[in-house]
């Protein structure tokens, strides 16, 4: 029993030993609310947030936390720390948990907001930032705190601009008020946000709307490109096969094999359910936060072309959708393979290519019928208000657009 011991350490030692920060020990790294983590997070002031996260290396370590207050541009708002928080900023993680009866040995951490040391006054845009004793920054996660809400109705159709017809989802978006038309003064300012399954690097800021009414401000034609569904692959079982899991092993630790995904983008679209780029942890034991284990995920993906001087990625919420050297494939007989360590859940993810201007580019293609869930928020600040307010928010999806 030593004897194997000591060779699953080798090999988890040698995974960590590929990455030269503490960031690259960190998995699962979660923010959800109580109600839903498949969409943005949005609370209410007495609503809980929760921040998880695994530490994959064997030390002790100490983390700290520390919450920030944004504008809708997600500029850090010039507010001090008291007025947006009650208690203590610069908190360390007490709250965690070695894992229990696991081939990979890590360390839970998690985070609920508020708790005994700190609460949020105020609403707006928030980050939970973490950084370890040392004072460097590793990573934060973004929600948002409502104050009141405003009616808001949506009406989501196809593009009837010919050039995206086929390939972009529009959206009307009518927001009641009472005296609306006080927006429209030079002392009120309204900022209207859209995302698209809760990513703000896609995200439309609408300065002001198109038509004011005196009990609603309406917004006309607010397009995205539809995008395609996104892959998944379902770990939950470790030891078994599924759908698009075609072998599992057990080495020294778990090695789980999905079936090759082909480049989508010229392709007819075709409807595959999925959950928005989100990632679900196996909740179907006593304790999901300390006894999934993890597996090796080898992913294998056949572009239509191979240019060599791409750089190919996976990208999902497991990652917050950034192209990382910890998620990169390689090029092995003409297709792109990887193996990364992921909790036993299910997970989405695209594949993705960084082009030599260091752009980032999709694989999978932009249809008008695909799923996506669209967020809708609305900002308020007076001349005489120091921030921006949260005032409004409401979630839809695509599912029953119009043609």
């Not at 057990?250 to 007819?268: A, P, W």
């Not at 989405?348 to 201007?357: A, E, G, I, R």
Request: overall charge positive; hydrophobic content about 30%.
């Amino acid at each position: 029993m030593k004897f194997y011991y000591f060779i699953f350490l080798i090999a988890l030692n040698s995974v960590l030993s590929q990455h030269n920060n503490t960031l690259d020990n960190l998995y699962s790294i979660k923010i959800k609310t109580e109600s839903n983590e498949y969409l943005y997070p949005v609370i209410d002031k007495n609503e809980t947030i929760t921040l998880s996260f695994d530490d994959l290396n064997l030390k002790e370590n100490s983390y700290y936390y520390q919450l920030n207050h944004f504008d809708y541009k997600w500029n850090k708002s010039k507010l001090f720390k008291s007025d947006y928080i009650n208690g203590y900023d610069d908190n360390l993680i007490t709250n965690y948990e070695n894992s229990f009866n696991t081939l990979v040995d890590y360390r839970n951490y998690k985070i609920s907001i508020p708790n005994n040391d700190v609460s949020i006054k105020i609403s707006g845009n928030f980050s939970i930032s973490i950084h370890d004793k040392n004072g460097d920054f590793l990573f934060e996660r973004k929600f948002s705190i409502i104050n009141k809400r405003l009616l808001i109705s949506t009406e989501i159709k196809k593009s009837k601009d010919l050039k995206n017809y086929e390939t972009h989802q529009s959206q009307d978006i009518t927001v009641k008020c009472n005296n609306c038309l006080n927006f429209k003064n030079s002392s009120s300012k309204l900022k209207l946000v859209v995302l698209k399954n809760k990513q703000w690097k896609n995200s439309m800021i609408l300065e002001k709307p198109d038509f004011f009414f005196n009990d609603r401000l309406v917004y006309k034609n607010i397009s995205f490109p539809g995008g395609n569904e996104y892959f998944h692959f379902d770990n939950s079982k470790i030891n078994s096969t599924n759908l698009n899991v075609y072998k599992t092993e057990l080495n020294d630790i778990y090695n789980t094999y999905l079936r090759t995904d082909l480049e989508r983008k010229n392709s007819l679209y075709t409807y595959n359910p999925d959950i928005n780029g989100s990632f679900i942890i196996n909740q179907n034991i006593s304790n999901s936060n300390i006894e999934n284990d993890y597996s090796f995920v080898r992913f294998n993906f056949k572009p239509n072309q191979i240019n060599l001087s791409n750089r190919v990625f996976i990208i999902g919420e497991f990652n917050n959708y950034e192209i990382t050297k910890k998620h990169e494939l390689e090029l092995i007989d003409n297709t792109y393979q990887g193996s990364f360590l992921f909790k036993q859940g299910f997970y989405n993810y695209k594949y993705v290519y960084q082009n030599t201007n260091k752009e980032l580019k999709f694989y999978s293609g932009n249809f008008w019928e695909t799923e996506n869930v669209y967020s809708i928020l609305i900002f308020h600040k007076k001349n005489t208000d120091k921030y921006y307010s949260l005032i409004g928010y409401k979630t839809h999806s695509s599912v029953d657009i119009k043609n």
